[in-house]
């Protein structure tokens, strides 16, 4: 099959297929490696692969999870995010290409090399069946994450799916606070009364939380500054009241020089025609124990700002970033995941 008429045939007609199933098209594993090197196929995901003309779309997506997941297992998680066509995945493990999945309590978990399983109670109501594959729905994946996720990456999800539609805030509210025994539901509780839908990047929901473990006042995210000649500029995180500006420059977000020099003839524009001022966060002003951003938003703002709350550092490696801040439950109590 091709797409295009010209194009050359498509390895394996262009369906997703698996690394055991690769010598069935007269692919060798190094004849593989070597299509991957030079750009021929796209990995999905760990031992999935299609060729890297077939766009990127959901239905690629759920053809490649359908070849690894078990008749009984439900999709979930960030890989139920990524079905959507959400990148949720902590900076971390953008790479780990490993399908999460569940199966309902008192059945076999998901044992697959490459895939990440567990066991969780879940209603009927929290699944739906898309194209051949059952799936959390986006209000449960949400809240999942919201209770599974190291907060600030918790919160990028969850504003992600507000951002996108495919949850409503105040339902998303109403659906955690009906949760009762879950692991991190505290958490997903807090979170959720935060949600912001007007958020448009990862780095402004952690810079966005930070703002608010300092105490101080919400900003208003994506605000519009429209100059004389009606163009519009919009600032990630202000205080419009008081003319100062908070932006995320993050090297995730801002990799190249014409990227950052767009958003300095930007706030250099707003600073010298209305008297805009700025506080830029960056990764390491937001994450771990520097506290010039927080301080620096709280003077600009007329604000006093406190410190953070226990949680916000990640986790040490080998430690538990499900639950920050707080121990496991005893064994002897029932905890529903």
Known sequence: MRLHAGMPELINDGSP????HAPSIGLTPKMLRLRLDQGLLRREFRNVYVDAAVPDSRRTRLR???????DNAIVCDETAAWVRGLDVFAPGRRRDL????LVRHGTARVERPGSSGRQAIIDP???????????????????????????PYALAAADAFAHAGLIDVDEMIDY??????YRGI??????????DARTQAPGESWQRLRILDAGLPPPTPQFEVVDDFGRSYFIDLPYPDVLVGTEYDGREFHTDDRHRQHDRERRTY???LYGWRWVIGTRERIFGDDVSFRARAGDAAGHHAVGAPVGHTPPARGGNPLVEGRQPPPRR?????
């Open 176 to 181: 955690v606070a009906r949760l009762k025994g």
């Open 98 to 101: 490993a399908p999460s999945m």
């Open 17 to 20: 297929f698996t690394t055991e």
């Open 64 to 70: 490649a999870l359908a070849l690894v997941t078990p």
């Open 186 to 195: 505290v958490q997903a509780r807090s979170l959720a009364a935060v949600v």
């Open 125 to 151: 109501d929290d699944v739906e069946y898309v194209d051949g594959l059952f799936v959390t729905t986006p209000l449960r994946t949400a809240s999942d994450l919201l209770r599974r996720m190291y907060r």
């Open 333 to 337: 109590h029932w905890v529903r995941r």
């Open 270 to 272: 707003l600073s010298d």
